[in-house]
Each structure stands twice: as structure tokens, then as C-alpha cells.
């Protein structure tokens, strides 16, 4: 099976600015989380999508956005950017077979904001 | 809430020694706990996890973790470090019944020839 595909791999934009970014799941899995990597913060967990509704949710504000259609695929959309978005953005998707799923990630977006 | 700690951002070893890197979990039930490793430029990829089946945990690349409920650790081994094995590690951990990871602070392993 193919893993989970993100794209871009590598973007950059100015402030103010909005950006879109697109997740693959591996097929059949029906779950797809977003995760934020920043040297100062860490990874941090953004939001998860299950048939595509949003089922649990991280922490920031209301300018992370996403949504996931009917195939599993998942966007992710931060609106009006600041210089703290740049960061390693990751998707992981898990079959949500039970407790303890494991969630593959893909290989991330690199977002730098200028 | 649930949270990890990893003791010790940098480790380095010798090529052939052990590898012990730390990780201690704040719950109040079994948690779900994974170990995740990272490559420059990569995704993480899953090492092992703990879904209370069985305290010692085998994972690939020959690492493994043990379980101890009395310590509330997780701590990944691995008898004999390869070059290979030059990463950042993390650990997490899954509150029941929720997706979202709860990510260490990760601890990036040198291993020197």
C-alpha cells in the first residue's frame, strides 16, 4: 500500500497571507490528524477528521481550519498567517480499528512564512 | 490531562553500546504509549507500541521498551547502536479513547564510529 501523501512538500508565503494544504490517507483508513512540528513547541496536535467530521481538536485558534471529503482526504487551511505558522506541518491517518490505533504519518509540509 | 517527559534532549553513544533513551508518562489510567523515530527531512515512522497486551515491547531495528506501572516509564533500549540509528526519537502518548498524540519533547540520538 501506498503511505500517506502530503502536499506541497515545501511552501512559502508572506504574511497575511492564506495557505492550503492537502492530505492522502492510505487506503481504507478512515481517520486523518494534523500535527504541527515547531523547534519551540514541539509536535502538537491540531485537529483529527473522521468521516468527515471533525472529532477532536487541538488548541489553537480559530485560524487552523480543515476538512476531509468523502474519499479521506484531508485539507488543512490557516488563514491570515503570522511568522509563528512557519513550521513542519504533518498529516497521519489510522485505520480506526480501536483503542491504541496507530497513526502513520506522511513525510510533512514545510511551511515558511516570510 | 496526559503528558510524557523525556529525559534528556541530547544523547550520544559509541557504535555497539547501549542505547537507553527515557520517557515517563503522567496518567491515571494505562495509557496507550508509542515510540516514534524521525529522520531529517521525514515523516515519523512507528518504532513500537504499548496497548497493554504485554509490558516488554519489540519493535523494529531491534528496539524495544518495557512497561513499568510502578514508575510510569517507558524507556526504549536497544543493546547495540548502529550508525543507522542517528535520529530524533519521540515519545507519545494516546488519552483513551481520543486520537490526539501527546508528543515528548523528543531526544536526539548521535551515535559516534
Known sequence: KAGVTQTPRYLIKTRGQQVTLSCSPISGHRSVSWYQQTPGQGLQFLFEYFSETQRNKGNFPGRFSGRQFSNSRSEMNVSTLELGDSALYLCASSPDSGMGDTQYFGPGTRLTVL | ?113
Open chain 2, 1 to 113: 490531562a496526559q503528558s510524557v517527559t523525556q529525559l534528556g534532549s541530547h544523547v550520544s553513544v559509541s557504535e555497539g553500546a547501549l542505547v537507553l533513551l527515557r520517557c515517563n508518562y503522567s496518567s491515571s489510567v494505562p495509557p496507550y504509549l508509542f515510540w516514534y523515530v524521525q529522520y531529517p527531512n521525514q515523516g515519523l515512522q512507528l518504532l513500537l507500541k504499548y496497548t497493554s497486551a504485554a509490558t516488554l515491547v519489540k519493535g523494529i531495528n531491534g528496539f524495544e521498551a518495557e512497561f513499568k506501572k510502578s514508575e510510569t516509564s517507558f524507556h526504549l533500549t536497544k543493546p547495540s547502536a548502529h550508525m543507522s540509528d542517528a535520529a530524533e526519537y519521540f515519545c507519545a502518548v494516546s488519552p483513551t479513547g481520543r486520537r490526539a498524540l501527546t508528543f515528548g519533547s523528543g531526544t536526539r540520538l548521535q551515535v559516534q564510529p
